[in-house]
């Protein structure tokens, strides 16, 4: 008889598909940047972007490229953080940040859904509306099932549908940009600590996530290698789509105080009239399921990784027969933000439960110093140059400005976000007293 080769994590998620999907999960074009604006401020709302790319997301890209490329495992920060600090405070961090992802990926299937209602008259019913979310969610759970090369060659696919009418944007307004657009700095009679804090906490944003893909590190083609170099390649592009349409909308629409969201499609009618405004907001509705699409993934992953090691049910670890895929785990999910798309408003939820990614942020830049320390011999092929001093610095600055972030969160949000907290201890103990030892530190080769 012929023998069944066993069923494992597929390598299908090749560098262009790479780049793809983390164009499209972590930065997703300009659209809603145009929001910080009014509160920040033009000056503070281009130039904090900008410092932010260099203080902020080069040293992050700098450690996480390390860390992918030391350990390219399934579980990405979850196996970074238990070769580095054990699989209790693994656990916890990783939860934490899976919350975090949990409860942003659900604001993406409502946004699609009101988008589309809006050419619906008539059927604006709040079934109307769980109803096309359902869609939403179900057909990406279905493309994820079939496997990430699916997943990959989707996300090329929108990506370059997402970024042609913002390129075009910019071709077209690139003479109308110019410094003087940039002031004032802050907005008249606003504080000059709070435009800086709603600035920087906007940036934080859109500088997140580095990681994340890395969840997938075991079906990505040569990560160690790959990811680094993908990273290294998005970054740039990131900042240009954030900095560049800003720029543009501000030398063509220089009332900002006015602006509110959706200005840009204001500014591409402007500028390229009917055709680009289209454009422009069909490529804001590709952010958001683009956003959703690579979402799924991250989610899907971490679980995965936890199960495996007996940290959750260990039939949740268990792949499609066909397509190698956590499954189980991705048709759970699709239960999930069924449920939550039915009975929440996530913008509330979202302010909350942000705060929850700030720990793990932490944790990340720190993770490299400690993995350099207990782990010498473990070192891929990418490593951060320049020894210890230029590893802790790299590391030391964004660790300062998350701590700085974490403590002007308001109050409430930070009682209600300690109530997510509690329930990752609970889960760790319940599970380890029903799964046995805790799981060993990973190796490179493991998996």
């Known amino acids: 008889m012929r023998r069944m080769s066993p069923i494992g994590l597929r390598r299908g998620l090749k560098p262009v598909a790479l780049l793809a999907t983390m164009y499209l999960m972590l930065c997703g074009g300009p659209f809603g940047n145009e929001q910080a604006v009014p509160t920040a401020g033009p000056g503070l709302t281009v130039l904090v972007t900008s410092i932010m790319a260099l203080i902020w997301a080069v040293p992050y890209a700098l450690l996480v490229a390390e860390m992918v490329a030391a350990l390219p495992l399934e579980g990405g920060l979850y196996q970074w953080f238990r070769a580095g600090i054990g699989p209790f405070w693994s656990f916890q961090f990783s939860f934490l940040d899976w919350v975090t992802w949990v409860m942003d990926a659900a604001l993406y299937p409502p946004l699609v859904a009101a988008y589309f209602l809006t050419f619906m008259p008539g059927h604006q019913s709040h079934m109307a509306h769980w109803t096309i979310c359902l869609v939403v969610i179900w057909l990406c759970t279905w493309l994820h099932v079939r496997g990430i090369r699916a997943v990959g060659r989707l996300s090329v696919l929108m990506s370059l549908a ?76 990131s900042v240009a789509v954030y900095v560049l349409p800003i720029l543009v909308a501000l030398g063509v629409t220089p009332d900002w105080h006015l602006w509110k969201a959706g200005h840009l499609n204001h500014v591409a009618a402007i500028l390229g009239g009917t055709g680009l405004l289209i454009g422009m907001a069909v490529a804001a509705q590709i952010a958001n399921l683009g956003l959703l ?35 189980r785990i991705l048709i759970l999910q699709a239960v999930l933000f069924s449920i939550l798309t039915y009975f929440f408003n996530f913008v509330e939820l979202l302010v909350v439960s942000t705060w929850l990614a700030i720990p793990s942020y932490v944790v990340t830049f720190v993770t490299p110093l400690v993995l350099r320390w207990k782990r010498p011999d473990l070192r891929g092929p990418f490593r951060i140059p320049g020894g210890w001093p230029v590893l802790i610095v790299t590391a030391l600055v964004p660790t300062v400005i998350a701590i700085y972030v974490l403590f002007t969160i308001n109050p409430f949000d930070l009682l209600v976000g300690l109530g997510f907290a509690l329930i990752g201890p609970i889960l760790y103990v319940t599970m380890r007293a029903r799964g046995g030892p805790a799981p060993s530190p990973p190796a490179p080769d493991e998996g």
Do not use: C
């Open 162 to 237: 997402q970024l042609l009418p913002v390129v075009v944007l910019v071709a077209l307004g690139w003479s109308s940009i110019h410094l003087s657009s940039l002031r004032p700095y802050w907005p008249h009679g606003a504080s000059f600590t709070g435009a800086l804090n709603y600035a920087l906490v906007w940036a934080l944003w859109n500088y997140s996530g580095y990681g994340a893909l890395a969840s997938a590190g075991e079906e990505t083609v040569d990560p160690q290698r790959t990811y680094p170099k993908v990273l290294a390649i998005f970054l740039p592009v």
């Open 293 to 327: 699409n690579g979402e799924l993934l991250v989610i899907s992953r971490t679980p995965y990784a936890m199960a495996r090691d007996g940290l959750l049910p260990r039939a949740l670890a268990v792949l499609h027969p066909r397509h190698g895929t956590p499954a």
